[in-house]
């Protein structure tokens, strides 16, 4: 039997709606595949940037108590998926020639997102973290300057290991105790800091007329900074000020 153009005409369409259906199939797998994992990298990165802009408002707040005087301040953060924690603590002193003025044990403030993405606050300072590697996202308030230094020390402490994650917090500070001393001397000044971001403390601590040993020279995780480098100051003043912190739903 021949065939007519209406048998031409069936196997056309048939082949059409074969290749339509590839098309449309190809394109969920390549969306499953490529375009979810990029979804997802985007609102990983979307969540950890809202972070920090918290953690601004965070480090402002706690800069009204131990700055201006305020007796508490609260924090609301929206965690999403992310935990809010108060980690281990680190410690800072300082040294003045073999004196040794200060030793603070600091509760940082840590939060944690995916991909082990983490915002750390800690002794004034904020960190942004990543496996190995971090970056400064604001200095602590080191003050140096040809005739002196002021180093004031954000002694954040917490009597439980509070650890919230996901929803709503609210994370309270409030000022418990305040030192300040100011001495006269021509011994260098060493601030030095145990923590596992002692790398970003180096980073954040290093400026003219600083000088920071770490690595071989000094033990595992602790950066010690002469503050002093380029000569001896006229005045140094050490100021503590403790800050009980909470973390509530």
Not at 113 to 130: D, L, M
Not at 185 to 208: G, M, Y
Not at 211 to 226: E, F, I, M, R
């Amino acid at each position: 039997m021949p065939e007519t153009p209406l048998d031409d005409r069936g196997i056309s369409d048939v082949i059409g709606y074969v290749l339509v259906f590839a098309l449309i199939l190809g394109a969920v797998v390549i969306v499953s595949t490529t375009g979810l994992s990029e979804l997802a990298d985007i609102r990983t990165n979307e969540q950890i940037d809202n972070a920090e802009r918290a953690f601004d408002v965070i480090a402002e707040n706690l800069g009204d108590v131990y700055a201006s005087g305020a007796p508490s301040r609260a924090t609301e953060i929206d965690l999403a998926s992310a935990s809010l924690s108060l980690g281990t603590p680190i410690t800072m002193n300082v040294t003045n020639g073999s004196t040794t003025l200060l030793r603070q044990q600091i509760t940082p403030i840590v939060y944690e997102g995916e991909a082990r993405s983490r915002i750390v606050y800690e002794g004034g300072a904020v960190f942004r973290t990543q496996d190995d590697s971090g970056v400064v996202l604001r200095e602590p308030p080191v003050i140096t300057a040809p005739d002196g230094v002021h180093v004031t020390v954000v002694g954040t402490r917490s009597r439980q290991a509070d650890s919230v994650t996901g929803g709503t917090v609210r994370l309270r500070s409030e000022r418990a105790s305040a030192f300040l001393a100011e001495y006269g001397t021509e011994d260098p000044l060493w601030l030095n800091v145990t923590s596992p971001r002692w790398e970003q403390w180096e980073t954040a601590l290093q400026r003219p007329g600083v000088s920071c040993l770490s690595g071989g020279a000094t033990p595992t995780d602790v950066v010690a900074c002469n503050l002093t480098a380029s000569g001896a100051p006229t005045r140094v003043a050490v100021s503590v000020v403790r800050i009980d912190v909470s973390i509530t739903t």
